[in-house]
């Protein structure tokens, strides 16, 4: 394993309310990523860090936020919850090496009611 | 843009062999695999780097055509194990760090 878990693994949450993510790897890997995962569309990324405080946009990153404050926690943020926005969150982590094959956290499912 | 894989969905008996296409409209760097069992998280297969290598992972191989911009993973007398979905991710524009994800090829085996 690669020392990644992310919290909480449950949340139901109403409409309009914020949501905070964490994703905490042991592993000292450069970059971590956040996906969402969507019956029907696979895994999009949202957001992705390359160190402490250094972030960049993904493919799906409206109404979210991120921050990296430590190497090894990356926060993903809703700032005001949406239906929408109901999903599986998985987080990443890689660089170890060149090859930064991606290891994934054990997921946090998150209903918007 | 996702790369775009097929079939999108295969049913195998155990034993016999499959293969999973991804393909791209963006020059790739490289491509990656992973396999995703219900209710679990992806798991890493293998990476395969521009420069047509061939890959393999037990009785689980892939090839890279970066001219056409494709890979193929190839799953050889598959086992009841290898029951999940298949995620190919594709890398471009130099860099391996940041990759798009296909929508993934549901790969069903029974006995």
């Known amino acids: 394993d690669a020392g990644i878990t992310q919290s909480p693994r449950h949340k139901v949450t109403e409409t309009g309310t914020p949501v905070t993510l964490r994703c905490h790897q042991t592993?000292?890997?450069?970059?971590m990523y956040w996906y969402r995962q969507d019956p029907g569309h696979g895994l999009r990324l949202i957001h992705y860090?390359?160190?402490?405080?250094?972030?960049d946009k993904g493919e799906v990153s409206d109404g979210y936020s991120v921050s990296r404050s430590k190497t090894e926690d990356f926060l993903l943020t809703l700032e005001s919850a949406t239906s929408s926005q109901t999903s599986v969150y998985f987080c990443?982590?890689?660089?170890?090496?060149?090859?930064?094959?991606?290891?994934f956290g054990p997921g946090t499912r998150l209903t918007v009611t | 843009q996702q790369p775009v894989q097929s079939p999108q969905a295969v049913i195998l008996r155990e034993g016999e062999d499959a293969v999973i296409n991804c393909s791209s409209s963006?020059?790739?760097?490289?491509v990656h695999w992973y396999r995703q069992k219900h209710g679990e998280a992806p798991v890493f297969l293998m990476i395969?780097?521009?420069?047509?290598e061939q890959k393999g992972h037990d009785k689980i191989s892939a090839s890279f055509n970066e001219k056409k911009q494709q890979s193929s993973l190839y799953l050889t007398a598959s086992q009841l194990s290898y029951s999940g979905t298949y995620f190919c991710?594709?890398?471009?524009?130099?860099?391996?760090?940041?990759?798009?994800f296909g929508k993934g090829t549901l790969l069903t085996v029974n006995p």
């Open positions: 990443a982590i890689s660089g170890r090496d060149r090859r930064y094959e991606q290891y």
């Open positions: 991710g594709t890398a471009s524009g130099g860099s391996n760090y940041k990759l798009t």
């Open positions: 860090s390359y160190g402490v405080k250094d972030t």
């Open positions: 395969l780097l521009k420069g047509g």
């Open positions: 592993e000292n890997h450069r970059y």
């Open positions: 963006k020059a790739l760097y490289s």
